[in-house]
């Protein structure tokens, strides 16, 4: 059971390490809109 958790656990990490990944780009991609107005 515990190492079912864990790859629970490992899986949601991943998933949001993905996401914040993408919020990052679009923040960084958001920025250098910014800087070429």
Not at 4 to 26: H, L, M, N, P, R
């Amino acid at each position: 059971a515990k190492r079912f958790k864990d790859e629970e656990v490992k899986e949601k990490f991943s998933e949001a390490g993905k996401a914040a990944q993408d919020f990052g780009k679009t923040v960084a991609e958001h920025f250098q809109a910014e800087d070429k107005k």
